[in-house]
């Protein structure tokens, strides 16, 4: 608005800027006075002509619709990010398991086909038949000695560590226990022998024999090997006249001999009925027992032969000649 005043008289002009750019011109109002004179009326505003463009412009902004947002775009992402995720819980490249065929077996000794080969555990067990029908002789023996000369059984164990024990039995040689002392020496060398068998099958001694063979051949070495030993006692106590303390050392081997073939029994039971591939803790247990009573019968034999003034040379060249020498040659024997 413009204000102009000339003597008396106040004239103002209301104008308003075109914002289309577009130039018009102001009209001429009424009341103005020619010569150059302003004439207006306050209380009139001075009318402006119409601006078409302006007006079209600002209708075609007021008509203009809203146009409705796509929504592909946004799904496609979205499925590729499940997509993305799936395919970290994909095994390889495929949605699905499936079957392996490549699957080969091959056999480390030749590279024939053998077909297929499943793992297998070996267990070491010599569960044969006819061991199985041995110890159950031999159980059945035990179990005779056991309910009959059950009082028997009970000193045959005290003379073993009772020196006292063992004479008194060599002094009553009481009738009644002989039958039972006969089964008790058929169980120990029936027990003894498979012992043997089961030695010489876990050093792998090859002795070039069948198993059933193996087992006879030891069970016949064994009853041969006492005998001889017990024959060749009773000759050198007749050499030196000594066949009293001979005999009393006899009687004290053969009761260490039941005693052993009791003590054996569930040992060489274990061992053949084994359930595992390592039978190195039955096997030495055994040869601990063996030792340990055979340990007990030299220091018997000591004690004995000690007592009845025996000659210590003599003592020393009878058990080199006839104990120790033995033992060498029969492992010389067999592991040559």
């Known amino acids: 608005m413009v204000s102009l005043q000339r003597g008396n008289m106040d004239y103002r002009f209301i104008y308003q800027q075109d914002t289309s750019k577009v130039k018009l011109p102001v009209e001429k109002s009424s009341g103005i006075p020619d010569g150059g004179q302003l004439n207006i009326d306050r209380n009139a ?28 775009p946004f799904r496609i992402q979205l499925r590729n990010i499940w997509w993305q995720q799936e395919n970290k819980l994909l095994i390889g490249d495929s949605r699905y398991l499936e079957p392996r065929t490549e699957i080969q077996l091959v056999s480390p000794l030749n590279n024939e086909h053998v077909g297929l080969q499943l793992p297998a555990h ?12 041995l110890l159950l002789a031999a159980l059945a023996i035990f179990a005779s000695v056991r309910t009959t000369w059950n009082k028997y059984v009970l000193h045959l164990f005290q003379s073993v560590v009772n020196n006292t024990t063992s004479a008194r039995l060599f002094q009553e040689k009481n009738t009644s226990d002989i039958q039972g002392a006969f089964l008790l020496d058929i169980l120990f060398y029936l027990v003894f022998a498979v012992f043997s068998f089961q030695l010489l099958n876990f050093f792998q001694v090859d002795l070039s024999f069948g198993n059933s063979r193996l087992f006879l051949s030891s069970m ?6 006492f005998l001889i030993k017990k024959l060749i006692y009773r000759f050198f106590g007749f050499l030196i006249e000594k066949t009293g303390e001979t005999k009393e050392y006899l009687f004290n081997m053969n009761n260490f001999a039941r005693v052993a073939g009791i003590i054996l029994f569930p040992v060489v039971t274990v061992i053949a009925f084994y359930p595992f591939s390592n039978i190195k803790i039955p096997v030495f247990f055994g040869l601990f027992l063996v030792g340990a009573i055979y340990f007990l019968l030299i220091s018997r034999g000591f004690v004995i032969l000690m007592n009845k003034q025996f000659s210590i040379f003599y003592l020393f060249l009878y058990f080199c000649t006839l104990e120790f020498l033995p033992l060498v040659l029969l492992f010389k024997i067999l592991v040559v």
């Not at 070996?122 to 029908?133: K, R």
């Open 45 to 72: 505003l001075l009318p402006l002509g119409p601006i078409p463009e302006r007006k079209k412009e600002i209708k075609e902004v007021d008509t203009v619709k809203p146009q409705p947002v796509s929504v592909a």
């Open 122 to 133: 070996q267990i070491n067990q010599m569960n044969y038949d006819w061991l199985t029908f």
């Open 220 to 225: 016949g070495l064994i009853v041969a090997y």
